[in-house]
């Protein structure tokens, strides 16, 4: 199984980006998915999550409102829209697969890929 992040960058504050994770070896469509950060010196959070068929979708509080998640189970990829991008944002970004919404939800992942750095300059 791979998870394979795209999208990180250098960007300014109130910047936008957007993160993409390609799936292979197993059958995307199954999975719950979500993305993740985590910054120097603190705990890995959960950024945002989704279910199968994207009928649930979870945020963290800080980023509701400012980031979008989303799903193409036809491509196996996983989406995460950025906008209004703060220095707090900066953090390595994973994504994650677990076979369901709750897993992800109390952060029993069954896989991990391997990390997009997203800098936030102020």
């Known amino acids: 199984v791979q998870l394979v992040e795209s999208g990180g960058g250098l960007v300014q504050t109130g910047g936008s980006l957007r993160l993409s994770c390609t799936a292979s070896?197993?059958?995307?469509?199954?999975?719950?998915m979500g993305w993740f950060r985590q910054a120097p010196g603190k705990e890995r959070e959960r950024v945002s999550c989704i279910s199968e068929r994207a009928d649930s979708i979870d945020y963290a509080g800080s980023v509701k409102g400012r980031f979008t998640i989303s799903r193409d189970n036809a491509k196996n990829t996983l989406y995460l829209q950025m906008n209004s991008l703060s220095p707090e944002d900066t953090a390595m970004y994973y994504c994650?697969?677990?076979?369901?919404?709750?897993?992800?939800?109390?952060?029993?992942?069954?896989?991990w890929g391997q990390g997009t750095q997203v800098t936030v300059s102020s």
């Open positions: 994650a697969a677990a076979p369901t919404f709750s897993n992800i939800l109390n952060l029993a992942v069954q896989y």
């Open positions: 070896g197993l059958t995307f469509r199954a999975y719950a």
